[in-house]
């Protein structure tokens, strides 16, 4: 009777701790990084979780940041990036399939007209 006690226990925390590594899977944590020698200022937004803005301000030259963001089905992020540099006009990019642990350079973008 004790071996089968101990048997379900064992059973049930194996469960709770396959739910707990289930559900840490569910954000990842990105670096964001300004490698230029200018500032910028910068909004990035997570693109799984209802485009919510995940950061938001200026970063300086070899400044970096780190956000912990949402995950898609397949474990990875999807970011969009606003960056603007003094009266220039916005650059924009989306980062797809984004790993946990990724850096993004925040300065590398696309042109956009606005």
């Known amino acids: 009777m004790v071996r ?3 048997g379900m226990a064992a059973a049930a925390l194996l469960a709770v701790a396959g739910a707990l590594g289930a559900a840490a899977k569910d954000t990842i944590h990105v670096r964001l990084n300004n490698p230029t020698d200018m500032e910028w200022k910068v909004e990035v937004r997570d693109m799984v979780c ?3 803005v995940v950061w938001q301000g200026r970063m300086k030259p070899g400044e970096a940041a780190k956000v912990t963001v949402c995950a898609d089905g397949n474990g990875a992020a999807r ?3 606003a960056v603007i540099a003094g009266c220039a006009s916005a650059k924009r990019a989306v980062y797809q399939d984004v790993a ?3 850096t993004i350079d925040v300065a ?3 042109d956009e007209d606005e």
Request: glycine share 6%; net charge negative.
């Open 4 to 6: 089968v006690w101990f």
């Open 50 to 52: 209802d485009n919510a």
């Open 79 to 81: 970011l969009a990036t």
């Open 100 to 102: 946990d642990g990724a």
């Open 108 to 110: 590398v973008a696309e």
